[in-house]
């Protein structure tokens, strides 16, 4: 059995009038991510992840933000089409491995419908996809509720 790991970060500014998703879950907030899709900083941290662990480019490459096709999008659609891509070259995610980090709002609450929800869009077991929450303690950008950010390591295998 052949293994591959990737790595995978995404950034996004905060504004108002945006919706917050991340891992696919729409959150109440004051403000939401700003982006061409629907700027859900997880899963694009995460499509990253598992594209790069196969070497086939990343997030940018296959959805531009110059497409318009792309322009609002739905990011669990983003990452099904991910996960298609890759398992058409014959690989399997072993597991996700993430971070989210802002200051506003609290995500552990979430994190189990993440899980649910992400589950479902990659076809794999919930128990295979580990995501994890912190703030930056008030520093930087995120400190200052400008943005958040996520990190993601994917495990990919073929048999």
Known sequence: MKIKVGFGYDVHQLAEGRD?????????AKLGLLGHSDADVLIHAICDAILGAANMRDIGFHFPNTDPRWKGAD???LLKEVCR?????????????????????????????????????????QEDI??????????GYIGREEGANAFAVA???KK
Not at 101 to 121: C, D, G, R, T, Y
Not at 130 to 139: D, M, Q, R
């Open 20 to 28: 917050l998703w991340l891992g696919g879950v729409k959150i109440e």
């Open 75 to 77: 990011s669990k659609i």
């Open 85 to 125: 891509l890759i398992r058409e070259k014959g690989w399997e995610i072993s597991n996700i491995d993430a971070s989210l980090s802002m200051e506003k709002p609290k995500i552990n609450p979430h994190i189990p419908k993440m899980q649910e929800v992400l589950s479902e869009a990659m076809n794999i077991p």
């Open 130 to 139: 580990s995501i994890k929450a912190t703030t930056n303690e008030k520093l």
């Open 155 to 157: 495990l990919i295998y």
